[in-house]
T-cell receptor, first 112, second 111 residues
Framework: NAGVTQTPKFRVLKTGQSMTLLCAQD?????MYWYRQDPGMGLRLIHY???????AKGEVPDGYNVSRLKKQNFLLGLESAAPSQTSVYFC???????????FGQGTRLTVV | AQSVTQPDIHITVSEGASLELRCNYS??????LFWYVQSPGQGLQLLLK??????LVQGIKGFEAEFKRSQSSFNLRKPSVHWSDAAEYFC?????????FGKGTMLLVSP
């Protein structure tokens, strides 16, 4: 009963390096989201997808790219990491608008 | 655009006392509203949700919330707090294809 799985759970990057965070869901959900969580800021939406092959910008998209080539996977890429991208990243998925979102356990990313 | 305001950053409640966490939302139509809880180092778990109908909704762990359209509020309540309720609580609104969260309220429970 996996639900939403994020890979990796922890990562340390040097400034300028690139990486991809993987989110996989096994609930056949249409909607998927990437959030970042910073102290005192709550969860801020980076990018989201309303179905396979679609992506859209959220509140804080700069410095990130996403892809949704398969319905079950939503990838978040950092092309050139910056210290300001140090955060905890959460992926979530839901059946559709207004339905419950299920969250992964988070990825703690540190950029030095 | 939709938004959520949680006015209280921290709240401390004595164990056994009642709890109310405030949430105000902004959205142009009938909102879908949620309360989530996050324990340290964990993801978010849904406590309850409001879609339509009865304005008082029941959730897990003894929580309830009341939707008040006139006040644009969706406050979370619990009659008697347990030490295990200490966590961060997030109110969220769903609309325009996205799920928007407030900044959270950290609940501390004193003995």
């Amino acid at each position: 009963n996996a639900g939403v799985t994020q890979t990796p759970k922890f990562r340390v990057l040097k400034t300028g390096q690139s990486m991809t965070l993987l989110c996989a869901q096994d609930m056949n959900h249409e909607y998927m989201y990437w959030y970042r969580q910073d102290p005192g800021m709550g969860l801020r939406l980076i990018h989201y997808s309303v179905g396979e092959g679609t992506t859209a910008k959220g509140e804080v998209p700069d410095g990130y790219n996403v892809s949704r080539l398969k319905k079950q996977n939503f990838l978040l890429g950092l092309e050139s990491a910056a210290p300001s991208q140090t955060s905890v990243y959460f992926c979530a998925s839901s059946y559709g608008l207004g339905t419950e979102a299920f969250f992964g356990q988070g990825t703690r990313l540190t950029v030095v | 655009a939709q938004s959520v305001t949680q006015p209280d950053i921290h709240i401390t409640v004595s164990e056994g006392a009642s709890l109310e966490l405030r949430c105000n939302y902004s959205y142009g139509a009938t909102p879908y509203l949620f309360w989530y809880v996050q324990s340290p180092g964990q993801g978010l778990q849904l406590l309850l949700k409001y879609f339509s109908g009865d304005t008082l909704v029941q959730g897990i762990k003894g929580f309830e919330a009341e939707f008040k359209r006139s006040q644009s509020s969706f406050n979370l309540r619990k009659p008697s707090v347990h030490w295990s309720d200490a966590a961060e609580y997030f109110c969220a609104v769903s609309g325009y294809s996205t799920l928007t969260f407030g900044k959270g309220t950290m609940l501390l429970v004193s003995p």
